[in-house]
């Protein structure tokens, strides 16, 4: 069986949406009710997290070493929202919606390249994995999702708020000039 292919391309809003929100988006470009310009510094609203009910959010940040083009495990967090901002290199975001047994649709699967200054905001129940060659990343989530993920990455435990699948591989490839 051939492996699928999956197309690296630019996020917008429109495309992303499904699977959440582009963060880092420009004051300049939105009607933002609440921002303030000076000539030293700007600071506008970008997105409302949410961590899940009764939920601590908690700032991590994250590196990834593996720019393996094929993709065969795909993560979800159940509760939570998790937003992830590349901060020292470039990083290919790979979203997949849930189908109606919350297993992976892998007829939605997408991939986004994310430069330093530009992330994505997942919405609960979007799998995802990550690839990159070695880009330190900031990274919202849930602090019980980041322990319970621990203690079964570590510990061998069963995850509550998280999954870990395998899928069929699939294969990135290159933006297209048209993404570029």
């Not at 700007?42 to 991590?60: K, N, Q, R, S």
């Not at 993709?71 to 109606?100: F, N, R």
């Not at 992330?119 to 900031?138: N, S």
């Amino acid at each position: 069986m051939q492996t699928p292919n999956v197309v690296v391309e630019n996020p917008t809003a429109e495309s992303v949406e499904p699977f959440g929100w582009v963060l880092g988006k420009s004051h300049a470009l939105q009607a933002i009710p609440v921002a303030f310009r000076s000539p030293a510094s700007d600071f506008w609203h970008e997105h409302f997290f949410d961590p899940g009910a009764g939920g601590d959010t908690e700032v991590l940040w994250v590196a990834y070493r593996d720019a393996n083009p094929v993709i065969s495990k795909l993560e979800v967090h159940h509760i939570t929202q998790q937003a992830v901002v590349p901060l020292t290199g470039s990083i290919i975001q790979i979203l997949c919606l849930s189908d109606a047994n919350q297993a992976p649709d892998l007829s939605t699967l997408r991939a986004y390249r994310l430069f330093p200054g530009v992330g994505i905001c997942m919405r609960p129940g979007v799998w995802h994995a990550t690839r990159a060659d070695d880009a330190t990343c900031l990274m919202l989530t849930r602090r019980s999702t980041t322990e319970d993920l621990v203690d079964h990455l570590v510990n061998k435990r069963p995850a509550q708020e998280s999954t870990i699948l395998d899928i069929p591989p699939v294969r990135l490839l290159a933006e297209t000039n048209d993404n570029a």
